[in-house]
């Protein structure tokens, strides 16, 4: 005993001489390096293999505030909607095996989308490695192609310059996921703990260098354009480049569409901001892709969904292309200049050169083309007369009360798009949704992530009735956290996207898209969350100012009729300019 | 439609476990065939060069190259065709020692074409090196004997051009 104590004591009085290092366990230096990064929240579910990092969890709680999610899915998705809401890397943790094949959706979801966000899940010990341990699985195979890095810790002297550069790579460049996978021997292992941020990784180049002759050739195209047009994505927002881009809209005074993920860079309300493009998107900007003389894409990938056929995708125009991937340039559409760069950079960049303009009939193409669009859909949407309610309607009057201040969280399907198309947003990082892979399941937990991460905003997720039971165990989340989300369920006892299409494309054969439903009032008051349902149009703007005046998490079920269809809709395959209007 | 062809991709890497499998994995999301491989330490310290040889248009292998370059650990990736490019396979064949005499084996060895690696009681060991069509052509006059084992090796290849790589790597180290 007494020589232990001595040894102790000597290396204590060395301490100041050697380095800041001190000795402590791998799970231990996990924390340090999260804290170390500002990471205050985490979103994850414990077992066998990552106990260590939850025994010092446990020991870290006044710092480091962990949410239970009741799947890891939901911690994942969690996670995204943190980091959508704040722009910091959102966190999620998991156990090996299951613990970790569970984190996969959610994962993909954030590469495919940019999401910063890092996994961290527990492994086998190494010596188990390969031989097909209890909860043992390759995650690091696995998660290889929806990653933007991963890596396996087996020694715990790797920690604290391995989360440095898993945090360092989530969030620079085009942010995305990581995964780092921790052996429980590392975990238990001890590690001279010292931790330096990490600045740079040789092998990655997170921003391309700025090319002011591409600026200034971009700029020409610009000034000399007749029909300038431009696409932004949520690049803008990545970059924190809202203000910049704002600047230059008003200056070149150059008509705006948004992508899905683009949404609210822009107010809604903006004179320049002509609308969505894609799928289901606006009916000007989608037709007067094909017509304008220069496409500015922003921050955005020509995603499929946006362009439709590529083949008939603003053939006339010659394409200037802002982005921060060089991987994303001529992908998909074919650019005449690519401006490589932090858009934040780039758009402050080009400013001086380019003309201050006015493109006052050019514009007013669009507003011809939006008054189309008004009479023949959004009308009939927003305030219609029929019998059954509409998703349109109750985003009309969501916006009515929030003012457009609240952040939408939508799901996946029909009613995401209403979401999308209707909802009005006066701040940026208002709209989270699931865009390019299309998760039915992210809204609500993303929803409790959300309100996390901005938790004097109004947080308002709109669900359909699929996709709600898809994460709907996440309500005990809610329950356990008392967070103060609003949960809308747009309730068409459909899957109505699925049956849309079957309708419009299948001759109505609605092949396993009749969802029958259980009480969902009843459930969300088994988890003491205060519920309604509306089936009445006279009961609607009640029950929506009721839900946004309750100070805590409030469920509200709309019956919407049965079989509405989502319009303009552009076909499968179809020109952008042939977009349908029913 | 634009014409497929044969290319030579570089790809330089950090020498990490797992940058195989990140690699090929961009080529299987496009579904693409992987003709040959080669990995191997290149003229830089802990820097990797895998060489992959495949077929596809000219737009794609572009497409394909930015997203090898996009991974982490992925320093610089190139591709090649066949005229920008000097390079060699080898292959080995093993063939029953009664045919050592031949007039065919012993040509190949006279005229410097084939090299003799080993020779035992029961069989020798046949090594060429050269272009794929050097090593089909021999394979098609030996075959005819019976080969007891063939095996042939990826590609490695050396640029005409000035490798862009070479003064950034430097910089590296």
Known sequence: MNTQTQTVQVTTEEKPTTSKAEKISGSEAVIKCLLAEGVDLLYGYPGGAIMPIYDELYKYQEKLHHVLTRHEQGATHAAQGYARVTGKVGVAMATSGPGATNLVTGIADAQIDSTPMVCITGQVASHLLGSDAFQETDIIGISTPVTKWNYQITKASEIPEIMAKAFYIARSGRPGPVLIDITKDAQFGEVDFSYKKCEKVRSYKAIPELDIDKIKEAADLINSAKKPFIVFGQGVILGEAEKEFKTFIEKTDIPSASTLLGLSALETKHRLNVGLVGMHGNYAPNVLTNECDVLIAIGMRFDDRVTGNLETYAKQAKVIHFDIDPAEIDKNVKTDVAVLGDVKETLAEILPFVTKENHVTWLLEFQKLYDIELEKVINDQLNPTKEGLTMGEVLAGINKETKGDAVIVSDVGQHQMFACRYADFINTRSNITSGGLGTMGFALPASIGAKMGAPNREVIAIIGDGGYQMTIQELGTILQTEVAVKIVVLNNSFLGMVRQWQELFFDRRYASTVMKNPNFVKIAEGYGIEATRVSKREDLTDAIKTMIASENSYFLEVIIEQEGNVFPMIPTGASVSDIRLS | ?173
């Open chain 2, 1 to 173: 439609m634009e014409e497929k062809q044969l290319y030579t991709v570089s790809v330089y890497t950090e020498n990490n476990i797992g940058i195989l499998n990140r690699l090929s994995a961009i080529f299987l999301k496009r579904h693409i065939n992987i003709e040959s491989m080669t990995v191997s330490k290149s003229e830089i310290d802990n820097v990797h060069r895998f060489t992959f040889v495949v077929v596809m248009t000219e737009t794609l292998i572009r497409k394909v190259v930015g997203q090898l370059e996009k991974q982490i650990e992925v320093i610089r990736a190139f591709y090649h065709t066949e005229d920008e490019i000097i390079y060699q396979e080898t292959a080995l064949f093993k063939v029953s020692t009664e045919h050592l005499y031949d007039e065919e084996i012993q040509n190949k060895l006279k005229f410097r074409r084939a090299n003799i690696v080993t020779i035992t009681e029961r069989f020798f060991v046949l090594e060429v090196s050269g272009l794929k069509e050097d090593i089909d052509r021999l394979y098609d006059k030996l075959k005819p004997y019976g080969l007891l084992q063939f095996v042939r090796s990826g590609r490695i290849a050396i640029t005409r051009p000035k490798m862009a790589i070479s003064e950034l790597l430097q910089e590296m180290n």
